[in-house]
């Protein structure tokens, strides 16, 4: 018996990373999982899925559209009867000094991680108030809540926008029986972090990545189903009176605050 048995489930930007972590953890746990993306490979991961014996489906749209969005929620509840979860993780960044960034680039960031996960709540959320009953899981991010590097203006701007949505939706929520809560990843081993290792040492991004590991107190990065554990955590009953929360998965890489440079 899965603690997520029965539950109809949406993950964003599910083909690879974090999303596809998640989508396979809720599988896991009972949920049929709907693995939405407008990558082609979202339909093979979602085979990959249903080959180890659970339930999974696809659904290929770009986020930052609302009336796609739309119109691929309308048809997986006219198909699956509802939506109990929505792990909204589909999200974009580009690594851009502030003086170097464009209006172009702003408004791409911005479509898919703000206009992408309103899109997303806006579109599950009268079924979720039909119901009674509703999950809402948004991906924000260590990176402009609490800390920054350089280049992430844009990026913090966004991840700050999802973890205020996630507070305010979870008001508003709350007396319609949804729950709405942010996660808040460190460093994630997925391809999107590979390409960033590639990009600074294109000699060795393997190095890359161990030098960032050995920055964090546990030593290495997270894991993509380390993720969707806290997800389907906070999708389970486990998690019922929890709201308007923001967890940090960093495997403490948001402690240190000197780098321990005065015992060095
Ligand atoms: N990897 C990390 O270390 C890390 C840390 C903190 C937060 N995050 C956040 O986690 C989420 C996932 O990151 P990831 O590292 O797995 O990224 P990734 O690039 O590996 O995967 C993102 C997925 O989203 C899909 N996607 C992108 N734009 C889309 C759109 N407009 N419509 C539909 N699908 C779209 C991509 O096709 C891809 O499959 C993002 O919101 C990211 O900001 C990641």
Redesign the pocket.
Known sequence: MGKLDGKIAIV????????NGSAKVLAKHGATVIL????ES?ADAAEEIRKMGLKADSRR????KLEDVQKVVDDIVAQYGKVDILHN?????RRVKFEDMDVKTLNFIF???IY?VWNMAKAVYPYMMKAGYGRIIN?????GTKVVDEGQTT?SMT?GAVSALTRALAYEAGPHGITVNAV?????R????EQVAADSRPEDPESALRDMASFIPLKRLCN?EEIGDLVAFLASDDAKYITGTEVIIDGGSTLPETFDILHA
Not at 12 to 19: L, M, R, S, Y
Not at 61 to 64: G, M, N, P, R, T
Not at 89 to 93: L, S, T, Y
Not at 190 to 193: C, I
Request: net charge neutral.
């Open positions: 964003t930007g599910a083909a690879q990373g974090i999303g939405v993306d407008f990558a979202v749209v770009d986020v930052s993780n589909a999200g974009v960044n479509g898919v991680n992408g991906t924000s991010s260590v990176t990026y991840k808040l990843p460190g460093w994630v997925t391809p999107k972090v993509i």
